[in-house]
Structure formats: C-alpha cells, structure tokens
C-alpha cells in the first residue's frame, strides 16, 4: 500500500505517516492525547493499540516524556516506526510490535504511572459484517482484544492509584463501568463529545483510577464542529 504523509493537524511541524487507502488516524487519538493529564512526576507512560503513534507522538511534544506505543498490526507498526522517526522522536517513544493480551510477559505488574487506548470499538461476532479490508477491520473491531481483555491489562500495568485514560463509544459505557469495578479501577472523570452539541454524543473521554475511589465527575460536553484548535481544549 502507498504512503503518504500528512501533517497532524493544528500541531506545529508534527507529522504523521499513514496509507492513502486503508488506515488512518481519527481525530478520538488527537482528543484523548489532549484530555490525558500528564504529571511533572510521571515517568512511566504507555499507549495501547496505539497505531501509527499519533498520541504518543503528541504527548512526547506537549510534555518531553518517554513513551512506549503497543502495536499488533505489522504494517500499522511500521507506519508508527516511521511516524515517530519523521519527528525525530527516536529516543523518547519506543515501540513494541506486539498484542496486547501479551504484555504480562514484557513488563511488571504494578509498573506504570500513565496508561492510553484509542482501541477497537465495536464487538466482534463471526456473522457480522466487517469490513473486507483486515487492517480496517482488526483496528475497528474486538478480533484480537475485547474491551474487558483491554481494561485487565490496564489494571495490570498501572500502579495503584496509576490513571487509564480510555477513548470509547458511549454505548458501551455500562459495560466500562462493570469491567472498571472488576477490575479495581474508580471512575474519575468522563467527558462526552458531540458533532454538534443537541446532538448525541459520538465519543466519551473517561479517566480512570487504580484502587481509586467511588465518585465521578461528568465534565462539560464538547462540540468540535467549529473547533479550530485542538490544542488547550480541555484545560
């Protein structure tokens, strides 16, 4: 498949690689990278199924940390490979060509300040229809992870009061939050995001809390219609 470069969008002189047929980034990575909270004191950061390295690339922009990016597709790991290279981020974001479900046999338990997802969306079930292209497919749905399967590994890599922040579909919030209390994770923030604010919402940001505890707060819906920056939008 051809490559092609694009920049990413209102970041100055940060590009992206991606295929001109096939995957490309959506905007979800570009707001959950903005609506993560990253501390002067976080030293540990790791983005799963991140893609062609969108967030972490603006994360390493924003706040100068290291970062490790987790990617399963071999051609979507080469284009986060190339993505971060572009951007001369070879030193800070390392990447790790692998699925998810196996990173108990790559790092600690206990181990991480930060955790990011932007993952695949919607459930798998062989009589779906998917689409024909695989790469599209295993990127938009639960083929090699589920949603349960993601937020186990979350708890797993993340220190006790470690933050996941997680970009999903609000149908599925009642189950984020079953999987979040098996999973000894409290909910902490979420935050819908709208096409047009009398719309319903077509993403939810939600921030979630290692042994946290009980109470939530619901943030003020956003409209990106007419946004024309990302940047500072959830300060």
């Known amino acids: ?97 692998e699925n998810v479900l196996n990173l108990e046999n790559y790092f600690p338990g206990n181990n991480f300040d930060v955790v990011l997802s932007n993952p695949p969306y919607f459930k798998y079930h062989h009589e779906n229809f998917i689409n024909k292209n695989l790469t599209k497919s295993l990127a938009r749905h639960e083929i090699t992870i589920n949603l349960e399967s993601l937020i186990k590994i979350a708890s797993y890599l993340l220190k006790s009061k470690g933050r996941f922040y997680l970009v999903h579909i609000p149908s599925r919030i009642d189950e984020i939050i079953v999987f979040a209390k098996k999973y000894n994770f409290g909910i902490k923030e979420i935050q819908f995001v709208h096409s047009k604010i009398e719309e319903s919402p077509i993403i939810v940001l939600i921030t979630l809390i290692k042994d946290g505890k009980f109470g939530t707060k619901v943030k003020p819906p956003i409209s990106i219609l007419n946004l024309n920056t990302y940047q500072g939008l959830f300060e």
């Open 1 to 97: 498949m051809k490559k092609q470069i694009n920049w990413l969008f209102d970041y100055p002189n940060l590009q992206v690689y991606q295929y001109a047929e096939g995957f490309k980034f959506s905007l979800d990575s570009i707001l959950l990278a903005e609506f993560a909270k990253i501390k002067k004191s976080d030293e540990k950061i790791i983005d799963l199924c991140t893609g062609n390295a969108v967030i972490p690339i603006i994360l390493n922009f924003k706040f100068h940390k290291k970062i490790i990016g987790v990617e399963l597709q071999k051609e979507i790991f080469d284009l986060a490979k190339d993505s971060v290279s572009i951007n001369h981020m070879e030193k800070e974001i390392n990447l790790l060509n």
